[in-house]
């Protein structure tokens, strides 16, 4: 082990790129002296700006990156000691979570825990605190981490790479608030290629920063040792968590939660052994987180419900920060760890019961048998005792001296105070009873309202003051007979009774705003006590009786009374003392003290001095005469007063001045020459001063008096006591899953219509259907719902979608709790299937807080014409009713061939029939449609998960309402095929209209161009009337119709022969006319021959 933990020594490289750029640099620093110029080493134009424009692009850029990184600054509400920071580690299963955690453990706590269950709270340094959780490969269970971890340990295998619940974990953590993520490698020892083992490392280091940020921080862990990673790795991963910077996020810090470390069930169990299946009643443990918590504040128990605190309170912290030394590392008491469900913690006290732990951090080592034998001893006689402790230290007797009489403990520790209440008649005399009265009501605070009202104790005193009250009354009988104006006696007495008697019918407001006001206390209140036999007993001093006393007396619920020992004597010189610097006869000052000032006005008498010195210069406004003092006397008095005091006034008006100029520098002087503060600055400085302020306001206060004023801050370990939990959390409780309390503001507890932005996830590989089930985890709260889908037209029309468009947003309206507006959320189809595609449906935010919602969707009206009239038709078939049709007056029509319409008014029959009136004259085979909008309701259906309360081996299978498709699958049902519903191609026919018609008065006023030109010919058809022949009429057109027949027959024949004789005509011609040319040819021929030869003949 020695020689794994000693360092290798660094080799330099000797050659390479990087070898060659120092040798170059050593060689110019070696050539540093010699004559070279500074402008022949450096050329002034090589680093020149070359392009104006780029440059400025270059800036722009680097401006605009410097813009990104910038956050607006928030104001710091974490207290002087913050809870301990959540560091949740996360992965699939097999990728060494549990082995990270023991091996973080290890080197922060020097421990070793036999079993991780549940949160392990340990110190990781001198001023920080660190609660380690395991997440399960539960998407309920990452949910829920992700909402409360400040650090993720992302754990990859690299030999498999990234796995879905990987993305899963990061998605989930975009929509809840980024908390600070850092990737850890695992499994790095299967590669034995180290080339491979390179390019794995890479891959998955630029995988990571796409996800994350670009150089996000990634630990490689290569092996195991012992069961444990390597020792250096593990610490430099430790050192990271223990100086990495928590950016508060915005719902963390809006609202209080609690991750419970111990859980305990108080439950009375006469009620669990009659009834098993009871609600319990449960105390909660664990450090506050987030804002203040508040008496009876709403809480969400996430896989469980919402409650209502009964009763908390905060206990001693159980892993406390170390004490503030100078010091460079922890000792090893200080290295404490908390661990109740994985059973390290010590001994345990709190409300209900003491806790023994018989293991611990340090359980494994071996110990001798006689200590063993004394712990045994121990603990068995604790666990075989039937009585508690209380009751054991009441039965105790005590026996001072051998003559008296042993006292119990009871007795000398009787903290209950018992008191008689009597109730008087307004008639009776009291004056005996008076000083008993107002011993009474002295004693009593503004918060023993609940005493005042309890009944007498014992039955002996009831009679005993019976029989004084029947005494009294005989004697105000016979006073009464002797003198009949004795009502007017005591009159204060029966004033105070009539108050006293208003007052218990009357609620205390001040304990209905504040509480019990026992737990205000001094921080002096538990100084009067002496501790006597190492704290068995206490005797309280007279000094906080005589305070207890004058404070129920000036401060109690009637103070008009008030006693006569506790008046001042003015009289006194030593009180008048006390009070004389309050008046003008003190001393104020060092320089001003008022018995100096009258002494020496003391010192010459009024009759010494003249009326000038006393009075100076005045004018008579009656006569208008004008008198002078002495001024030169005045004048030097006053210059030997003042030479004393003009040095400090001097002084201190010196002072005064540079602080003023200090001031107005720091307000209006530039800093740094004439650069400015910049916004983000000045809002900085801002901030930083209001959480100064709010430190500094309850700085001073215990814990028992802010707790009143801000309720309980973050880093108490609270005690949470919770009534009505189901049982079901209690039997089948698993420490695995984290149990988180998160608290609910005003008005998230309500109810009503969500609307919200949502996109479907583009690695969900289905789409999502209106009014099909969805889980969504918003805010504290994980629950199914049925969400409809929509989309806003230009006119703000919200239009219902039957499905979730593709990469786009849409708008959701579902019934569910309402949550802040830009509050993130993550929507999943099921809890409980394990898949091995992407399960993260949907996400979005949170956009209308209003509790309505209306939604509408397209529906058509049809109707057929029953009468047409020109332009005006009667439509049936569209409305059932008169009154029906009386609301769509007005609204617009239309016909399949595209003439538009209006409702002008129904008819009387057919029922639901009306008139409306078209554009242009409509056809019996048109159909008519309306076009209106529905409202849609949204369902109102909102089922918390129930998680947790599932037994231990079904926790991973909660189902809520199933979709319609999963019901037919199951069900062996195929979906209804409806005809009508397919989409086929349109055919439509071709619309034959009506040539336009003009008459000719109007075309005798139109323009020439507007003129028809072309004009089909007008026929004249007349319809005649069918005539009836008789037999001889018949037979005559028969005759004449074969007649016809026969001259059709004869003029045909003509035809035929007349075209044979043309054509036996132009046959004829034909050769007739090519005889003609033949001899039209010879006789050219024989010209032509006999001209040759006559030229020939005279050219010879």
């Given at each position: 082990?020695?020689?794994?933990?000693?360092?290798?020594?660094?080799?330099?490289?000797?050659?390479?790129?990087?070898?060659?750029?120092?040798?170059?640099?050593?060689?110019?620093?070696?050539?540093?002296?010699?004559?070279?110029?500074?402008?022949?080493?450096?050329?002034?134009?090589?680093?020149?700006?070359?392009?104006?424009?780029?440059?400025?692009?270059?800036?722009?850029?680097k401006?605009?990156?410097?813009?990104?990184?910038e956050q607006?600054?928030?104001?710091?509400?974490?207290?002087?000691?913050?809870?301990p920071?959540?560091?949740?580690?996360?992965?699939?299963?097999?990728?060494?979570?549990?082995?990270?955690?023991?091996?973080?453990?290890?080197?922060?706590?020097?421990?070793?825990?036999?079993?991780?269950?549940?949160?392990?709270?340990?110190?990781?340094?001198?001023?920080?605190?660190?609660?380690?959780?395991?997440?399960?490969?539960?998407?309920?269970?990452?949910?829920?981490?992700?909402?409360?971890?400040?650090?993720?340990?992302?754990?990859?295998?690299?030999?498999?790479?990234?796995?879905?619940?990987?993305?899963?974990?990061?998605?989930?953590?975009?929509?809840?608030?980024?908390?600070?993520?850092?990737?850890?490698?695992?499994?790095?020892?299967?590669?034995?290629?180290?080339?491979?083992?390179?390019?794995?490392?890479?891959?998955?280091?630029h995988?990571?920063?796409?996800?994350?940020?670009?150089?996000?921080?990634?630990f490689?862990?290569?092996?195991?040792?012992?069961?444990?990673?390597?020792?250096?790795?593990?610490?430099?991963?430790?050192?990271?968590?223990?100086?990495?910077?928590?950016?508060?996020?915005?719902?963390?810090?809006?609202?209080?939660?609690?991750i419970?470390d111990?859980?305990?069930?108080?439950?009375?169990?006469?009620?669990?052994?009659?009834?098993?299946?009871?609600?319990?009643?449960?105390?909660?443990?664990?450090?506050?987180?987030?804002?203040?918590?508040?008496?009876?504040?709403?809480?969400?128990?996430?896989?469980?419900?919402?409650?209502?605190?009964?009763?908390?309170?905060?206990?001693?912290?159980?892993?406390?920060?170390?004490?503030?030394?100078?010091?460079?590392?922890?000792?090893?008491?200080?290295?404490?760890?908390?661990?109740?469900?994985?059973?390290?913690g010590?001994?345990?006290?709190?409300k209900?019961?003491?806790?023994?732990?018989?293991?611990?951090?340090?359980?494994?080592?071996?110990?001798?048998?006689?200590?063993?034998?004394?712990?045994?001893?121990?603990?068995?006689?604790?666990?075989?005792?039937?009585q508690?402790?209380?009751?054991?230290?009441?039965?105790?007797?005590?026996?001072?001296?051998?003559?008296?009489?042993?006292?119990?403990?009871?007795?000398?520790?009787?903290?209950?105070?018992?008191?008689?209440?009597?109730?008087?008649?307004?008639?009776?005399?009291?004056?005996?009873?008076?000083?008993?009265?107002?011993?009474?009501?002295?004693?009593?605070?503004?918060?023993?309202?609940?005493?005042?009202?309890?009944?007498?104790?014992?039955?002996?005193?009831?009679?005993?003051?019976?029989?004084?009250?029947?005494?009294?009354?005989?004697?105000?009988?016979?006073?009464?007979?002797?003198?009949?104006?004795?009502?007017?006696?005591?009159?204060?007495?029966?004033?105070?009774?009539?108050?006293?008697?208003?007052?218990?019918?009357?609620?205390?407001?001040?304990?209905?705003?504040?509480?019990?006001?026992?737990?205000?206390?001094?921080?002096?209140?538990?100084?009067?006590?002496?501790?006597?036999?190492?704290?068995?007993?206490?005797?309280?001093?007279?000094?906080?009786?005589?305070?207890?006393?004058?404070?129920?007396?000036?401060?109690?619920?009637?103070?008009?009374?008030?006693?006569?020992?506790?008046?001042?004597?003015?009289?006194?010189?030593?009180?008048?003392?006390?009070?004389?610097?309050?008046?003008?006869?003190?001393?104020?000052?060092?320089?001003?003290?008022a018995?100096?000032?009258?002494?020496?006005?003391?010192?010459?008498?009024?009759?010494?001095?003249?009326?000038?010195?006393?009075?100076?210069?005045?004018?008579?406004?009656?006569?208008?005469?004008?008198?002078?003092g002495?001024?030169?006397?005045?004048?030097?008095?006053?210059?030997?007063?003042?030479?004393?005091?003009s040095?400090?006034?001097?002084?201190?008006?010196?002072?005064?001045?540079?602080?003023?100029?200090?001031?107005?520098?720091?307000?209006?002087?530039?800093?740094?020459?004439?650069?400015?503060?910049?916004?983000?600055?000045?809002?900085?400085?801002?901030?930083?001063?209001?959480?100064?302020?709010?430190?500094?306001?309850?700085?001073?206060?215990?814990?028992?008096?802010?707790?009143?004023?801000?309720?309980?801050?973050?880093?108490?370990?609270?005690?949470?006591?919770?009534?009505?939990?189901?049982?079901?959390?209690?039997?089948?409780?698993?420490?695995?899953?984290?149990?988180?309390?998160?608290?609910?503001?005003?008005?998230?507890?309500?109810?009503?219509?969500?609307?919200?932005?949502?996109?479907?996830?583009?690695?969900?590989?289905?789409?999502?259907?209106?009014?099909?089930p969805?889980?969504?985890?918003?805010?504290?709260?994980?629950?199914?719902?049925?969400?409809?889908?929509?989309?806003?037209?230009?006119?703000?029309?919200?239009?219902?979608?039957?499905?979730?468009?593709?990469?786009?947003?849409?708008?959701?309206?579902?019934?569910?709790?309402?949550?802040?507006?830009?509050?993130?959320?993550?929507?999943?189809?099921?809890?409980?299937?394990?898949?091995?595609?992407?399960?993260?449906?949907?996400?979005?935010?949170?956009?209308?807080?209003?509790?309505?919602?209306?939604?509408?969707?397209?529906?058509?009206?049809?109707?057929?014409?029953?009468?047409?009239?020109?332009?005006?038709?009667?439509?049936?078939?569209?409305?059932?009713t008169?009154?029906?049709?009386?609301?769509?007056?007005?609204?617009?029509?239309?016909?399949?061939?595209?003439?538009?319409?209006?409702?002008?008014?129904?008819?009387?029959?057919?029922?639901?029939?009306?008139?409306?009136?078209?554009?242009?004259k409509?056809?019996?085979?048109?159909?008519?449609?309306?076009?209106?909008?529905?409202?849609v309701?949204?369902?109102?259906?909102?089922?918390?998960?129930?998680?947790?309360?599932l037994?231990?081996?079904?926790?991973?299978?909660?189902?809520?309402?199933?979709?319609?498709?999963?019901?037919?699958?199951?069900?062996?049902?195929?979906?209804?095929?409806?005809?009508?519903?397919?989409?086929t191609?349109?055919?439509?026919?071709?619309?034959?209209?009506?040539?336009?018609?003009?008459?000719?008065?109007?075309?005798?006023?139109?323009?020439?161009?507007?003129?028809?030109?072309?004009?089909?010919?007008?026929?004249n058809?007349?319809?005649?009337?069918?005539?009836?022949?008789?037999?001889?009429?018949?037979?005559?057109?028969?005759?004449?119709?074969?007649?016809?027949?026969?001259?059709?027959?004869?003029?045909?024949?003509?035809?035929?022969?007349?075209?044979?004789?043309?054509?036996?005509?132009?046959?004829?011609?034909?050769?007739?006319?090519?005889?003609?040319?033949?001899?039209?040819?010879?006789?050219?021929?024989?010209?032509f021959?006999?001209?040759?030869?006559?030229?020939?003949?005279?050219?010879?």
């Amino acid at each position: 082990m020695d020689k794994e933990d000693k360092h290798k020594s660094h080799q330099k490289r000797q050659s390479g790129r990087k070898a060659d750029k120092k040798k170059l640099n050593a060689n110019n620093a070696n050539n540093s002296d010699t004559n070279v110029t500074n402008s022949q080493k450096k050329n002034s134009k090589a680093f020149a700006i070359k392009s104006a424009v780029k440059a400025e692009r270059q800036f722009r850029r680097k401006q605009d990156l410097t813009a990104k990184r910038e956050q607006l600054p928030t104001v710091d509400r974490t207290p002087l000691e913050p809870p301990p920071f959540v560091v949740a580690v996360v992965g699939p299963q097999k990728v060494g979570k549990s082995t990270l955690i023991s091996s973080i453990l290890k080197n922060l706590s020097r421990s070793k825990l036999s079993q991780m269950v549940g949160p392990i709270t340990c110190v990781a340094g001198k001023k920080r605190r660190l609660t380690l959780i395991e997440c399960n490969n539960d998407i309920n269970c990452m949910i829920d981490v992700a909402k409360v971890a400040d650090l993720v340990l992302l754990m990859v295998d690299a030999s498999f790479g990234f796995e879905m619940e990987t993305f899963e974990f990061l998605n989930i953590c975009q929509s809840h608030g980024f908390p600070r993520i850092m990737g850890v490698l695992t499994h790095l020892d299967v590669f034995k290629n180290p080339k491979s083992l390179r390019k794995t490392k890479k891959i998955l280091k630029h995988r990571f920063w796409t996800e994350i940020y670009s150089g996000a921080k990634l630990f490689y862990l290569s092996g195991l040792i012992g069961g444990h990673y390597l020792k250096n790795e593990i610490h430099n991963l430790c050192r990271f968590i223990s100086v990495i910077k928590f950016r508060p996020l915005q719902w963390i810090t809006s609202h209080p939660y609690l991750i419970v470390d111990r859980i305990e069930d108080i439950t009375n169990q006469e009620l669990i052994r009659q009834n098993p299946k009871c609600n319990r009643k449960v105390c909660l443990f664990g450090y506050s987180r987030g804002s203040n918590f508040k008496r009876n504040n709403d809480i969400h128990i996430p896989g469980c419900g919402d409650f209502t605190i009964k009763d908390i309170s905060f206990l001693s912290d159980p892993c406390p920060l170390p004490d503030k030394e100078k010091r460079r590392s922890l000792n090893e008491k200080e290295r404490l760890i908390y661990a109740p469900m994985s059973g390290v913690g010590g001994l345990v006290y709190d409300k209900d019961a003491i806790y023994i732990d018989l293991g611990g951090s340090h359980s494994h080592k071996d110990k001798t048998d006689e200590h063993k034998e004394h712990d045994d001893e121990m603990v068995s006689s604790i666990i075989s005792s039937k009585q508690t402790i209380d009751e054991k230290m009441a039965s105790t007797q005590l026996q001072l001296f051998s003559n008296t009489v042993p006292s119990l403990a009871s007795n000398v520790f009787s903290n209950e105070r018992f008191r008689r209440k009597v109730t008087f008649n307004t008639e009776l005399n009291l004056d005996e009873y008076e000083d008993e009265a107002n011993d009474d009501y002295s004693d009593e605070d503004n918060e023993s309202e609940n005493e005042q009202q309890m009944d007498l104790q014992n039955e002996d005193s009831e009679d005993d003051i019976n029989e004084e009250i029947s005494d009294s009354d005989e004697v105000i009988e016979d006073e009464d007979e002797l003198n009949v104006s004795k009502w007017k006696n005591d009159l204060s007495s029966k004033a105070a009774n009539a108050f006293y008697s208003r007052l218990e019918r009357t609620e205390n407001i001040q304990k209905l705003v504040y509480g019990d006001t026992n737990d205000l206390k001094d921080d002096n209140y538990f100084n009067d006590y002496k501790e006597l036999s190492d704290g068995l007993f206490k005797v309280i001093e007279k000094k906080h009786e005589e305070m207890h006393k004058m404070k129920a007396t000036l401060n109690s619920i009637e103070c008009t009374k008030f006693p006569k020992e506790l008046l001042i004597n003015w009289n006194s010189d030593r009180v008048f003392d006390t009070i004389k610097d309050c008046f003008v006869t003190g001393k104020w000052a060092d320089n001003e003290d008022a018995a100096k000032l009258l002494a020496i006005d003391t010192d010459q008498t009024i009759e010494e001095k003249s009326d000038d010195e006393v009075f100076g210069d005045f004018e008579d406004l009656e006569t208008g005469e004008k008198f002078f003092g002495n001024v030169e006397e005045n004048n030097e008095k006053d210059k030997n007063d003042g030479n004393n005091d003009s040095d400090n006034e001097m002084q201190k008006l010196m002072e005064k001045k540079r602080k003023t100029k200090e001031r107005f520098d720091l307000e209006y002087d530039e800093k740094d020459g004439n650069e400015e503060k910049s916004f983000l600055e000045v809002q900085r400085e801002k901030l930083q001063e209001q959480s100064r302020l709010n430190r500094s306001e309850f700085e001073n206060m215990n814990d028992e008096q802010r707790i009143q004023f801000e309720g309980f801050r973050a880093g108490m370990y609270l005690r949470l006591e919770i009534d009505n939990i189901p049982h079901q959390l209690i039997d089948n409780f698993d420490p695995n899953h984290p149990l988180i309390v998160g608290g609910l503001l005003s008005g998230e507890t309500n109810i009503g219509y969500v609307r919200v932005r949502i996109k479907k996830h583009r690695w969900y590989d289905k789409i999502l259907k209106s009014r099909d089930p969805l889980i969504m985890s918003m805010g504290w709260r994980r629950f199914q719902t049925q969400p409809l889908y929509s989309t806003q037209d230009d006119n703000g029309r919200n239009r219902l979608l039957k499905y979730t468009p593709q990469h786009m947003h849409c708008y959701a309206s579902f019934w569910g709790p309402i949550s802040p507006q830009n509050t993130g959320f993550i929507a999943v189809q099921s809890v409980s299937d394990i898949i091995p595609n992407f399960r993260i449906a949907a996400t979005g935010v949170v956009l209308d807080i209003d509790k309505s919602s209306q939604i509408v969707k397209k529906l058509k009206l049809l109707g057929t014409a029953l009468k047409i009239y020109k332009k005006t038709a009667f439509i049936k078939g569209m409305f059932n009713t008169a009154l029906e049709v009386t609301k769509f007056e007005g609204a617009s029509l239309r016909t399949v061939s595209g003439i538009r319409g209006q409702i002008k008014k129904a008819i009387r029959a057919p029922p639901g029939a009306f008139r409306a009136t078209f554009e242009d004259k409509i056809l019996m085979s048109d159909i008519v449609f309306l076009k209106t909008w529905y409202t849609v309701t949204v369902p109102k259906f909102y089922a918390i998960v129930t998680s947790l309360l599932l037994p231990l081996n079904e926790k991973l299978k909660w189902q809520g309402m199933k979709t319609v498709g999963q019901l037919r699958y199951e069900s062996g049902i195929q979906a209804p095929n409806n005809r009508d519903s397919h989409y086929t191609p349109i055919e439509r026919k071709k619309f034959n209209f009506k040539p336009l018609t003009i008459s000719k008065s109007l075309q005798r006023e139109l323009p020439f161009k507007a003129k028809p030109k072309l004009l089909p010919k007008k026929q004249n058809k007349v319809k005649r009337v069918a005539v009836v022949r008789d037999r001889e009429e018949q037979q005559t057109h028969n005759l004449m119709k074969m007649i016809r027949a026969a001259h059709r027959q004869k003029m045909m024949k003509e035809k035929q022969a007349m075209a044979q004789r043309v054509a036996k005509h132009k046959k004829e011609m034909n050769k007739i006319q090519k005889g003609r040319e033949n001899k039209q040819k010879e006789t050219k021929k024989r010209i032509f021959s006999k001209l040759s030869k006559k030229k020939t003949k005279e050219n010879n």
